[in-house]
């Protein structure tokens, strides 16, 4: 998986199929981190595709993310799905934007907190949500 990885971000994701990206994942859900981690990797590269699954990534960045693991991949993915406001809609509801409050109480490091506000603040600025509008 690593190797697809390197490989797909060296030609930017155009070696891989649709069959390719459909396999990659399904690798989301494989309970073995460093796998789930580089699947999400490949995937969180090819995020403006319109051949990947960008909800069910959202969510294993998401779990991620409330799991303490590949922190700065996984909050950059769901940032940058802030600044979409077709998606910001679809992807951040009060359920979501609770979530994200709740990792500023972990003793994650200064970045991701920053990131968590911004996340939170372009939720605003949508004003998408009841849980922050």
């Given amino acids: 998986m690593k190797a ?15 069959n390719h990206i459909q396999q990659i994942e399904k690798c989301i859900d494989d309970p073995h981190q460093e796998f789930k981690k580089y699947a999400i990797k490949i ?3 090819l995020a403006d595709s319109k051949e990947i ?3 069910k ?5 998401l779990n991620q993310l409330e799991s ?10 769901i940032n940058e ?17 609770s979530r994200i ?8 490091d200064d970045k ?11 939720c605003l600025e949508y004003s998408f949500t009841k849980a922050i509008g």
């Fill in 4 to 18: 697809i990885y390197h490989n797909s971000t060296s030609t930017q994701g155009k070696c891989l199929t649709q």
């Fill in 43 to 45: 995937l969180s590269t």
């Fill in 53 to 55: 699954n960008y909800c």
């Fill in 57 to 61: 990534l959202f969510n294993a960045c």
């Fill in 68 to 77: 303490s693991v590949d922190l700065e991949q996984s909050i950059s993915y």
């Fill in 81 to 97: 799905q802030t600044k979409d406001p077709k998606r910001c809609k679809e992807l951040f509801d009060e359920k979501t934007i």
């Fill in 101 to 108: 409050s709740n990792l500023l109480k972990k003793p994650f």
């Fill in 112 to 122: 991701i907190k920053v990131y968590c506000c911004e996340i939170i603040n372009n």
